[in-house]
């Protein structure tokens, strides 16, 4: 797109001058700075990329000044110590197993496989843009997700499946400790049924199907078919090894037939886009079965993020313009089923969210105003595990390794006042203090 | 026939004029130049004013002979309230030398001949004041060549203090001569002062170059510092408010605190999810270093996100000022921490769409 350029101005105006009346063109003045807006932002993150380019892989620049040339060194000694020494906000653990207190405040790294499998569609985007952007995917130790993980290190998994809520502020780490769990859980060896966003099925709804099944319900195909695909990416080796229990029979045409391995169930949901929603019906009620089994050989997770979206409201309209109920869509109906503890021998992890959540105030982040009464009713008993925002040794943590990947460009950033600007900002917020350092 | 007698014609013949065009009636009112008052005038005006004064203190119940100038401006307001919002116009009783402007009396006397030698240079008093001062300077230079003569000449003499004095500004000096100078004339002045001032000996003319500097105030004295409060902890804590625009606030600034902010009870965040908000209340604490240092509670309603923000970072400012030095509270003055910002809505008026803008404008 080319810049605009004085004749714009002047064409503009001779336009004005010919047409009759005050019309308003605001929206192409506006939609002049967005682009200008979205161009300026496009440059600053280059200049950033290209100064990280620089520094981190220490390629020679054109022309060095002394400046630049003290960075490098300085750079290339802490590169050598880095291998020698870890630096104090990293940790060595990648196995989540072995986190323990003393990790706290520390980041581990994911391994690069597991990201692609286990995280298609489970981390925070902004998350997802800091792990392209740094080469790597560094996740922070707190203590919540430590006290989920320790709690399923000790659960009894003959006893009905415990429920963990984790709730707190906006942007306090919720999603990233759930991702955390459920990489816990993976390493381990459990099934992980891992729903991204509870609140992406309830709104911005493109396809709406009577289901097939119940004429009172409604069918969310893409929704359904794309979560499908993830889940086949996430747990590639579990699909040959469970076999369905009972006969499906989607058409007049198709059916799976009993003791069919789950894959086929997965392929079924996957390549017939208009039965997707009954086949993520079915492969949870299969797992429901299965885990409950002594003889299953795997336990299962649900992990859920946003789970206040499943009592809700929905925005979804009807074809009369009525809004649809949630649990009149199958995904929605099938996932309450799935939050209730009727079934042993896994765990169910979710998060509230307020974020994404239609027509709560923002204000809004304990269980009970969230959930509602229903969804309380439902969701209790659940052991309420709150996340706040970081402390000041993980602050400390946090800023340190802004700091190791070069982050913070401004020269204030660097100094002691900088930081305290920084902690009265953000109010060490994590998200908020994501968002600042990258303006920085 | 009849005969007519006609007396002696008198001197003057009464003429009568039989048909009159009012061009020539119309007062030509931009030649006119500004309204005259005669020194007559200004006497008579006086006199009412001394016999006004002792009537309205009479009127007020009050002794005449001790009526002064702020009495009188009590007693005006009082009888005569006015809703006006310039002060300017509200109606006003003073001395007859601040009502009417200085005129310089007529320069020339019945012969024609005008008074002051310098008259027809067209500014007498500004040259003749250029000539005084030339003056001193010479004066200066013949003491100075006498000590050379006797000996006793030495370059380290004590200076006319000037402190914390300025030059008169070019309005001022006009007040003064009564006239009208160009810049050009009061630069001249200007360095010719200064240029007496130069001379080692000028301290013999202090007096006539301190009729010609006024005392600067320093601002910052006029500041008020809120009163530091203890509680019972004996930790020091002061509340102050402040204003914009629309919007009122208190904010309470705790000592030995944590950083910890919390605005009518809510977060900082959850109530400035903004940047700039934030920004702004860091502002003054960021500039004095204080950051992790007080903590603040925080009231305030009215108006918008922006101009609360404005309310609370001056009320934070004027919090702070307890527990800084002067020089400090100096600096955070001319940062502009300090200054209420007196911008307000404009109003909107009729005729226009809005305060500024007119409607479109159509050719036909």
Redesign the interface.
């Known amino acids: 797109m080319r810049r605009a350029t004085s004749c714009d101005a002047a064409a503009a105006a001779a336009f004005f001058l010919i047409t009759p009346g005050g019309v308003n063109f605001r929206h192409n003045r506006n939609r002049r700075y967005a682009n200008r807006r979205r161009r300026k932002k496009m440059y600053l993150n280059w200049v950033k990329l290209w100064n990280l380019k620089t520094q981190v892989t220490n390629v020679r620049p054109l022309h060095v000044n002394g400046y630049q040339q003290q960075q490098q060194e300085a750079l290339a000694v802490e590169l050598e110590s880095s291998h020698e020494t870890l630096p104090i906000f990293r940790t060595q653990e990648s196995d989540p197993a072995r986190h323990l207190e003393k990790h706290i405040g520390q980041y581990y790294t994911l391994p690069p496989e597991h990201i692609r499998t286990l995280f298609p569609h489970g981390l925070p985007r902004r998350f997802q843009t800091q792990v392209k952007t740094f080469n790597e995917g560094c996740v922070m130790v707190r203590q919540p997700a430590l006290e989920v993980i320790s709690s399923l290190k000790k659960v009894d998994y003959s006893k009905p499946a415990p429920r963990f809520v984790l709730y707190g502020v906006k942007g306090s780490g919720k999603t990233m400790a759930l991702c955390h769990t459920a990489h816990f859980c993976s390493t381990q060896g459990w099934l992980v049924l891992h729903i991204p966003d509870a609140h992406k099925w309830v709104k911005n709804c493109k396809e709406l199907l009577q289901s097939s099944y119940n004429a009172s319900r409604f069918d969310q195909p893409l929704q359904a078919s794309t979560w499908l695909r993830n889940f086949r990416t996430t747990n590639e080796h579990f699909l040959s090894k469970i076999k369905t229990s009972q006969r499906y029979i989607w058409t007049k045409r198709e059916s799976t037939e009993e003791g069919k391995p789950l894959r086929e169930l997965v392929d079924q949901g996957i390549s017939r886009v208009k039965s997707s929603s009954d086949v993520v019906g079915a492969v949870m009620k299969e797992l429901r079965l299965r885990s409950g089994h002594p003889e299953a050989g795997f336990r299962l997770a649900v992990v859920v993020d946003g789970v206040n979206a499943l009592w809700g409201r929905s925005t979804i309209k009807k074809e009369d313009r009525s809004f649809v109920n949630p649990e009149e869509l199958t995904l929605v109906y099938n996932l309450r089923k799935m939050m209730r503890n009727d079934w042993c021998g896994g765990a169910i992890v979710t998060t509230l969210a307020q974020t994404g959540s239609l027509y709560s105030p923002k204000t809004a982040y304990l269980p009970q105003e969230l959930l509602g009464k229903e969804g309380f009713d439902n969701m209790d008993p659940f052991i309420p595990v709150s996340v706040s925002n970081y402390s000041e040794k993980e602050f400390e943590s946090c800023y340190l390794y802004y700091q190791d990947r070069h982050w913070l460009q401004h020269p204030q950033s660097k100094t002691e006042d900088g930081k305290k600007e920084l902690i009265f900002l953000s109010e060490r917020n994590p998200s908020i203090l994501e968002r600042l350092c990258a303006s920085l | 026939m009849l005969l007519i007698h006609t007396s002696s014609r008198p001197p003057q013949v009464q003429t009568r004029q039989i048909c009159v065009s009012s061009v020539l009636h119309r007062k030509n009112l931009a030649a006119a130049g500004p309204e005259k008052f005669t020194t007559e005038f200004i006497q008579k005006q006086v006199e009412e004013f001394n016999i006004g004064k002792r009537h309205l203190a009479n009127m007020m119940g009050e002794d005449p002979e001790t009526f002064t100038q702020e009495d009188i401006d009590r007693s005006i307001a009082y009888l005569f309230p006015s809703g006006l919002f310039q002060k300017k116009a509200r109606p006003v009783m003073k001395h007859p030398d601040e009502i009417f402007p200085k005129q310089r009396a007529i320069q020339w006397g019945p012969d024609g001949r005008p008074f002051h030698f310098l008259f027809y240079t067209g500014k007498q008093s500004y040259y003749s004041l250029m000539h005084d001062t030339y003056d001193k300077v010479l004066n200066i230079e013949m003491h100075q060549d006498r000590l050379r003569a006797k000996g006793l000449f030495s370059t380290d003499t004590k200076n006319i203090s000037l402190g914390s004095s300025r030059w008169l500004i070019k309005e001022e000096l006009e007040e003064i001569l009564v006239e009208t100078i160009s810049d050009h004339d009061y630069m001249r002045f200007i360095k010719l002062m200064e240029r007496m001032l130069s001379l080692p000996y000028s301290v013999i003319e202090e007096e006539f170059v301190l009729r010609f500097r006024r005392q600067l105030e320093v601002q910052s004295t006029k500041q008020v510092v809120p009163q530091l409060e203890r509680d019972e902890r004996g930790v020091a804590f002061s509340t102050t408010e402040g204003r914009r625009k629309t919007s009122n606030c208190s904010v309470v600034l705790r000592d030995c605190g944590s ?1 910890h ?1 919390s605005i009518n009870g ?5 109530y400035f999810p903004v ?1 700039q908000d ?2 702004q209340l ?1 502002f003054p ?2 500039f004095v ?1 204080m ?2 240092r007080f903590d603040l509670e925080c009231s305030v309603s009215g108006g918008g996100r922006s101009s609360q923000a404005g309310a609370l970072r001056l009320a934070i400012s004027r919090a702070l000022l307890g527990f800084l030095s002067e020089g400090e509270m100096e600096n955070m003055r001319q940062a502009g921490l300090l200054t209420p910002d007196p911008r307000v809505r404009e109003r909107k008026k009729p005729g226009q769409e809005g305060a500024r803008r007119k409607f ?1 404008w159509k050719k036909r």
């Open positions: 950083g902010v809510q977060d900082l965040l959850l940047l934030r920004q860091m604490l960021q270093g950051l992790g479109t």
